[in-house]
T-cell receptor
Framework: SQTIHQWPATLVQPVGSPLSLECTVEGTSNPNLYWYRQAAGRGLQLLFYSVGIGQISSEVPQNLSASRPQDRQFILSSKKLLLSDSGFYLC???????????????FGPGTRLLVL | AQSVTQLGSHVSVSEGALVLLRCNYSSSVPPYLFWYVQYPNQGLQLLLKYTTGATLVKGINGFEAEFKKSETSFHLTKPSAHMSDAAEYFCAVSVTSGSRLTFGEGTQLTVNP
């Protein structure tokens, strides 16, 4: 069966510090991968998605970046955190096999980031 | 482009009462529709989804939703609320061009004893 991991679970960082959040998927190959941010009391905002190694699409211009160094690894980074980067970051995967649409996204447990 | 509107950011029901969470979508092509649930400090879990075929979709934990094309709606219902149903619920839509989802703002469900 497939599983998705995120770490760390919780992170407190000062403004201006760098960030690296990691997401890995097990039990599947060539998945589509997604990073979402969920601010307090708000819905989910898609930040990045990837259909393959080194292929990253950005949905919202900001001081965050994403990379996919391996097939089942997705990393969210920042060189300098802002207060507004605080939130709950969720990684998700879906099958990369084109099945006509409607593929389910499966979410990880999330990382709670607090920037002070 | 597709969009989702969830009517009511907060819904409160009594234990044993009917749960009705509203979702309306906008899409220029036939949509695929999803309901997810999120418990505090956790990721999202799929409740149910509509792709094609039967418009009444049954999901986990006794929830179901009906796709009504004429009303562009996909409301989520459960006949009898349980305390464990207290969570945030998200409606989402994708279209045939891929699996990217557009989420609604979410509805926080409170269940009162």
């Amino acid at each position: 069966s497939q599983t998705i991991h995120q770490w760390p679970a919780t992170l407190v960082q000062p403004v201006g510090s760098p960030l690296s959040l990691e997401c890995t998927v097990e039990g599947t190959s060539n998945p589509n991968l997604y990073w979402y941010r969920q601010a307090a009391g708000r819905g989910l905002q898609l930040l990045f998605y990837s259909v393959g190694i080194g292929q990253i699409s950005s949905e919202v211009p900001q001081n965050l970046s994403a990379s996919r160094p391996q097939d089942r690894q997705f990393i969210l980074s920042s060189k300098k955190l802002l207060l507004s980067d605080s939130g709950f970051y969720l990684c998700a995967w879906s099958t990369g096999t084109w099945a006509g649409g409607g593929e389910t996204q499966y979410f990880g447990p999330g990382t709670r980031l607090l920037v002070l | 482009a597709q969009s989702v509107t969830q009517l009511g950011s907060h819904v409160s029901v009594s234990e044993g009462a009917l749960v009705l969470l509203r979702c309306n979508y906008s899409s220029s092509v036939p949509p695929y529709l999803f309901w997810y649930v999120q418990y505090p400090n956790q990721g999202l879990q799929l409740l149910l989804k509509y792709t094609t075929g039967a418009t009444l979709v049954k999901g986990i934990n006794g929830f179901e939703a009906e796709f009504k094309k004429s009303e562009t709606s996909f409301h989520l219902t459960k006949p009898s609320a349980h305390m464990s149903d207290a969570a945030e619920y998200f409606c989402a839509v994708s279209v045939t061009s891929g699996s990217r989802l557009t989420f609604g703002e979410g509805t926080q469900l409170t269940v009162n004893p």
